[in-house]
């Protein structure tokens, strides 16, 4: 007999066929609550509906399916919590001219500089290609573009011949499609970007790339709040961004800033992530709170907005920067990965949150009768 287990539920309740839920779309974060105790299954599940409320035929046949699939099953207590997605931005006319196969653009920004938000980024975006999402990459740091040095990419985007005229082709590493302003400048004669020369150059990234079918475009915003920054947050149709911010105050001031500007343009921040959180000495395993610690969570609660993770300060990080190949792909299964990877996983679920609203909420218990 097969053992129960989260996935294995998923897995059953994505095989049922019925028009009125888009179960294609479930993950292990649908899943909210998973009990199993004296072979009694306390289950509480979000679904994708297209109905508001969900008719009791249509639990049965969840129901049913799981117990057909694992009969040692005495009782289950299903709960469904029933999303209708609205793709916010899919109405965004903006949105379907420049990026009309793009479900989901996300801008990493933090108001003060070199707090890793090109790391979390780079990460962030492999972590969400590993996950199984199609994942494209924009460089937009004008002051410093560093991720195709922190993706190990030195090959040029080339321009290939489309449907819809010549555009140019992402350059791929680690599953990720990757344009990046590094690409237009040479290292050595660095260009003084004012606001509409930068907003070109991004527009362009949008339109004149050809990034085909995509989940998610996540941009690397450059640091800081003035002119420049909001005119990029005006000109990319966002569906929303994420802070990252290190727990000491200066840094904290300016997320505060940071999440002022997304406010001021409607632009949704979906959350905060702490980078630098701590750092654990190897040799002792002592934990060390070098720029203070909570700062992110107090900050997170303060502006009532999701705490996505904090990210520990770890030579490994850096050297995974420095090497071009980032950490959740290099260091697969250590501790440090697993929190990126976590931090995509809650940063996925805000997504889906936006994108849906929450509707109905109806409970039914079918036991062995
Ligand atoms: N958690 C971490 N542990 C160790 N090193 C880190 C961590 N996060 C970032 N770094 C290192 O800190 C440096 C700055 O990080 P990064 O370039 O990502 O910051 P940034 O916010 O994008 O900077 P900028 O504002 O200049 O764009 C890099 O060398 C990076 O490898
Ligand atoms: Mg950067």
Redo the contacts with the bound molecule.
Sequence with gaps: MSEITKNSILNTIKNVQNPDLDTDHLGLNSIKVFKLENDVLTLEISIPSKVETINKKTYEQIVDSIKKEHTSLKEIHLNIQTSIPTVTNAKDPKKDVLLPGVKNTIAVA?G??????????VNLAVALAKNGAKVGLIDA?I??P?IPL?LGVDKKPRTIQTESGVKLEPVESYGLKLISIGFLIDDNNPVIWRGPMASGAIKQFMSDVHWGELDYLVF?M??GTGDIQLTLVQTIPLTGSVI?TTPQEVSLIDARKALKMFNRVNVPVLGLVE??SYFIAPDTGKRYDIFGSGGGEKLSKELTTPFLGG?????R??E???KGIPIVYDLEGSKEAGIIMKIAESLNEQVNIRNSSSKGKVEISLGDD
């Design positions: 933090s003060k500089g070199g707090v890793g938000k090109s790391t979390v980024a740091d002051y410093g560093s922190m690397d450059p640091p990252v980078n630098m990210i520990p300060i770890d030579p990080i850096r995974g920067g420095d």
